[in-house]
């Protein structure tokens, strides 16, 4: 019996044998297509997932700050007494406002911490406003910063009603007509007064700046951002237009990884909604984005595909309507058509090679950060970075490069060196540390390296190999490229969810560095109780060699600190972290007194790098570099700087001797009173006077609190006449007698 082929010709059975393989390939292209269509899914809305997490978290430091920035003021004796006051009645309204301000200023500007506008304390109670540059009547100052007319009442409404507190505002006309956000902070209930909201701190965003904090985020022109309390309460919203859904509906829908479809009613468009929590506050985040427009990308290559798949079938059928005709080319089409299949999957693998580096270095920071979601997220980051290793611990390498005291390099040269970093130093990380290779870049200058070791050798060892190998790489940076090179080495982890721990860890490590010891972990200084040592009247020197351009003082003052602290002292990293924030905070007031408008051009180089410079993280290093650029901008001519670093250096050596004054210092260099008081407002921004009380009183201080000393003859020390007088500076300048100061440090 015959076969139904056996009827058929040569070229039929070729026809029919191309037709399947067409066959064959179209399902394998669907089942790729589909394969790849989820793929590129997944990735939009695993980027939107990272995009809002990173988002949120960005906001929730900037509100952590802003809660500690209220308790800081809620503590303020001056400003509680302020908010106490009816208003410029009262004898002693504006001298307690005056002192308010002062504790204000004391503290970091809190515009330097937050990406915010202004920040000011409204006191309901004598309608007025407090920041660290205004006390102004709450009205006077709405007039003059061309409010609309009649806002004025009900912005103050606004600012003291407790339902809008502690959230974001909506939108609404800022000090310069433009939008802007405003959060509302009540300060402590201890000044609240019966019939009285209290006093409330605001911190005022224009809306590019709280773009900032969502730059990472779409919205595709009809999207929006909100957020909503538990209670179903909006905390905030970001977008062009008003919600489409309420909390309920948002609510209500069904997530899968925090992804879930909606359409409205009414309308045939369907919208992606992205969901995240916030830790610090647990505020429910929900972006919702037009789903054509989120998913573009999928529609391109849509259509890519449909081309191809066109293209492969018209040259299969014009392949084997020829092959028909002719049986000599036919297997040279087949190999033709296989070998561009062929280069086809070639391109698409070396496509996803070079996204591979991104895509690994994405999922380090995650790790090191702590931002993966869920554990389905977690094991996906796991596996495809081949981090199963039973018998391995993880731990975290944090390092910070710089430019070599040695290297000499100039302002304007400092972008292109950091631009050389990066390739430098990541290479020289890789080859020294070749075990995982994962690498991580917080910011400029800055990289860190997961590190694996094996279970069963102790930590100590693992430390001591670490440190060696981190010697050999400082070396050879700072011989070869005259880069300098600190790090830190945190603990190791088990389980590679916990690595986030171990990244805190080296980065509080390595801001405790010095110059002796470039690379330190935590068992460093885990035990150490020692005290820091700065008292205030380094302090007060330290402002007057900067104000003087006295680059030899400075330095000399920065090496008495590090061999008090680090060679004398073993000090924990708290003890580190309040040495550097108190020296930080000395000499970020003497970049604060510059007004760039009155520098010239060869000096405002320096200003921006200095600016730059306190956006990074601190060290006693980085310091002393920000300290010394300022000696370059405050720095004046020769004659009259040595000049005054002489009467300088007799103020320091003779501050005890009660006849100190103008005339005594006129006498003794051989210049008019009046010359000198201009030179020394000129050179040191401040007047004498007001100086040399303020270096009694850092002296003052530090005799008060060693219980060694005599309270009743102090004065004798520091250059008053009697006691009486010496205990009323004392109490201008602290708030409390010398007696009280101690007792309470005693009771302590």
């Not at 000011?120 to 540059?133: E, V």
């Not at 330190?520 to 380094?538: G, Q, R, W």
């Not at 007001?690 to 219980?707: I, N, Q």
């Amino acid at each position: 019996m015959k076969k139904p082929t056996d009827k058929l010709s040569f070229s039929q059975l070729m026809m029919l044998s191309y037709i399947a393989l067409l066959g064959i390939i179209l399902i394998i292209g669907i089942v790729l297509y589909n394969v790849s269509y989820e793929q590129v899914k997944y990735g939009i809305n695993q980027q939107n997932r990272l995009s809002l997490s990173s988002a949120v978290s960005r906001l929730d430091t900037s509100l952590e700050v802003m809660n500690a920035a209220a308790r800081q003021i809620s503590a303020a004796s001056t400003i509680n007494n302020l908010a106490s006051l009816t208003g410029d009645e009262d004898p002693d309204f504006f001298y307690t406002g005056y002192l308010a301000q002062q504790d204000i200023k004391s503290t970091t500007p809190l515009e330097r911490l937050l990406p915010i506008k202004s920040s000011f304390i409204y006191i309901p109670r004598s309608n007025y406003l407090l920041s660290s540059i205004i006390f102004s009547d709450f009205d006077f100052y709405m007039r003059n910063n061309k409010r609309a007319p009649g806002i004025s009442e009900a912005f103050s409404a606004f600012l003291t009603d407790s339902k809008n507190w502690n959230k974001f505002s909506p939108p609404f006309p800022g000090t310069d007509n433009s939008l802007a956000f405003i959060y509302v902070h009540p300060l402590s209930s201890r000044m609240v007064t019966p019939g009285n909201a209290g006093p409330v701190l605001c911190f005022e965003f224009d809306s590019e700046r709280i773009n900032e904090y969502f730059k990472e985020i779409n919205l595709f022109g009809s999207g929006y951002l909100t957020a909503y309390h538990k209670n179903g309460e909006q905390m905030f919203r970001l977008g062009s237009m008003e919600p489409l859904f309420d909390y309920q509906t948002l609510q209500s829908l069904y997530y899968q990884n925090d992804i879930a479809y909606v359409t409205p009613e009414g309308s045939t468009q369907e919208f992606l909604v992205t969901t995240g929590t916030s830790d610090y506050n647990n505020w429910t985040y929900y972006l919702v984005q037009p789903k054509n427009q989120a998913y573009y990308s999928i529609t391109s290559y849509q259509r890519f595909f449909t081309m191809i798949t066109f293209m492969v079938f018209l040259a299969g059928g014009m392949i084997a309507t020829f092959s028909s005709r002719t049986s000599r080319q036919r297997l040279a089409n087949l190999v033709h058509e296989l070998t561009a299949s062929e280069s086809l999957a070639t391109a698409l693998h070396l496509q996803m090679e070079k996204q591979k580096p991104v895509v690994l270095e994405s999922y380090t920071r995650r790790i090191m950060e702590g931002s993966v979601t869920s554990n389905e997220e977690m094991q996906h980051i796991i596996k495809l970075m081949d981090l199963e290793r039973p018998d391995t611990k993880f731990h975290v390498l944090y390092t910070e490069v710089s430019p070599s005291e040695d290297a000499n390099i100039q302002a304007e040269d400092m972008e292109l060196c950091i631009q050389n970093y990066d390739m430098l130093v990541r290479e020289s990380l890789r080859r020294h540390y070749p075990d995982t290779g994962y690498l991580y870049k917080p910011s400029d200058r800055v990289f860190a390296v997961l590190l694996a070791s094996d279970i069963h050798t102790p930590y100590e060892q693992i430390v001591e190999e670490n440190k060696a190998v981190f010697t050999a790489l400082h070396d050879e940076l700072l011989n070869r490229y005259g880069i300098w090179i600190r790090g830190g080495i945190g603990d190791r982890n088990g389980l590679i969810s916990y690595t986030w721990k171990s990244y805190q860890q080296a980065k509080e490590a390595k801001t405790i560095t010095t110059a002796e010891k470039y690379v330190l972990s935590t068992s460093d200084f885990a035990n150490s109780s020692d005290v820091y040592y700065y008292p205030e009247s380094l302090s007060v020197q330290l402002s007057g060699f900067i104000s003087t351009g006295n680059k030899d003082q400075v330095s000399e003052l920065f090496k008495l600190i590090r061999n008090e602290n680090t060679v004398k002292r073993s000090l924990s990293y708290t003890q580190q972290h309040w040495l550097i924030s108190d020296i930080r905070g000395t000499i970020f007031k003497k970049r604060h007194n510059i007004s760039a408008d009155d520098l010239p051009s060869d000096k405002l180089k320096y200003l921006d790098l200095i600016d730059r410079q306190f956006e990074g993280e601190m060290s006693l290093s980085a310091l002393k570099t920000i300290a010394l650029e300022l000696c370059e901008v405050y720095g004046t001519d020769t004659e009259s700087n040595d000049l005054i670093l002489k009467i300088q250096s007799y103020i320091n050596n003779n501050y005890h001797n009660p006849d100190l004054g103008l005339s005594k210092i006129s006498e003794e260099f051989g210049i008019s009173e009046n010359y000198f008081s201009y030179l020394f407002k000129k050179e040191v921004s401040e007047n004498f006077s007001t100086y040399l009380e303020r270096l009694r009183m850092a002296r003052a201080k530090e005799m008060v609190l060693d219980s060694a000393n005599n309270l009743s003859n102090l004065y004798q020390y520091l250059g008053y006449n009697n006691a009486a007088s010496f205990r009323r500076a004392f109490k201008k300048n602290f708030g409390v007698s010398p007696k009280e100061m101690r007792d309470k440090v005693n009771a302590k």
